[in-house]
């Protein structure tokens, strides 16, 4: 129960191995979906199709023999839409709220008759009885025709998948955490729009948030606007250092830990060394976009640089890797090239700036790399 008359009608999947096809999530993932009970019944999107029976026998609960008249779609992404047809199914009068992009797009996932819609626009409104729900467009956070939802009376806003997090409801783990790898890995690139919709959420009364994925907020609100306010400008929230390193032999992560316990010498408090070739490539990007530097190193392999760090360089400039100092290094017996690519592709990156020296190794890590590998941290503090 969210309210006396709004309630939790979603599901947990702790079974489905990777989101989206891409991301790990050990904790599971919730696929959330509410009730409002009112004179009129509005249910705010469904769920993924793989728990489509357990939602119907949880909305059927709630509704306690009553039937709903209206279904709000947020976004047409299978894991919050994929079980609207079953729902019209199972109760034909329903209709289907949503805006005229997503009614374009709904055929392409539920090409059967859904009955009678309802298409909505910026600002407009829905009376339910005691409720009213006004309608927020929300394009490209981050489907081009999300909307969020806003019910006056109750000052909850329906925020799509913006406020989500990755984990199931009973997960234990900290909230900014698994938000924030969600944040930047699922709307990271939409940091403009995020900002858009941030100024529209500002000029509302909101007590509690209500996302697709995560629990609800009520307690937290100040503080995770705050964090969407600073992840959506590409500001870093920690001080602190990344360095992500792809190492053939071990002498590349060798050196990586040398330049880690050197900067933490120097009093940087935060350090975290990922190995890019076995991380979860979600979670170093998120620690990319995290803290305000960045040191990549990598041996150079087929006259340029190992794929895996090629592929995280890729996966940073796609979600809009930007406003950071970043150091480089490369390991290379006979021709170092790994700089030399990784160079090209942050050059495509906004305000990325390239600390010097750049550090060469040369095989194994010798007492002769010390003073560049120090030049390097200093330049970092
Ligand atoms: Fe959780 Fe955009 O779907």
Known sequence: ???????????NDKTLDLFEGQYVIPNGIAYNSYVIMDDAIAIMDTVDKRKTGEYLENLEKVLGGRTPDYLVISHLEPDHASSIQALVEKYPGIKLV???????M?????????????????????????HTL?????????????????????????????????????????WDDEARRYYFNIVGKYGTQVQAVLKKAAALDIGIICP??????????????ELYKTWSSYEAESKGVFIGYASLHGNTAEAARKLAGILEAKGCKDVAVMDL?????????????????????????????VPCMED?????????????TVGLMENGAWAPSAVKTMKEILSQMKDVTVVEPVVTIRGAVKESDEAALEQLAESLM
């Open 98 to 104: 949503s805006n005229a992009k997503a009614f374009q």
């Open 277 to 305: 070739a076995r991380c979860d490539g979600a979670k170093a990007l998120e620690n990319a976009f995290r803290y305000d530097r960045m040191v990549l190193a990598a041996s150079s392999y087929n006259g340029g640089v």
């Open 134 to 174: 006004t309608f927020v467009m929300a394009p490209m956070v981050h489907w081009p025709e999300v909307m969020m939802t806003y019910d006056r009376e109750a000052k909850v806003l329906f925020s799509a998948d913006a406020f989500g997090k990755f984990g199931s409801l009973d997960a234990k783990e900290p």
């Open 106 to 130: 709904l055929p392409q996932f539920s090409p059967g008759d859904l009955g009678e819609t309802i298409v909505v626009k910026e600002g407009d409104t829905l009376e339910l009885g005691h």
């Open 212 to 225: 697709l994925h995560g629990p609800v907020l009520k307690e937290t609100i100040g503080h995770v606007l």
């Open 312 to 324: 995280f360089l890729h996966h940073l400039k796609g979600k809009g890797f930007q406003k950071r």
């Open 1 to 11: 129960m969210i309210t006396n008359d709004i309630f939790y009608v979603g599901v």
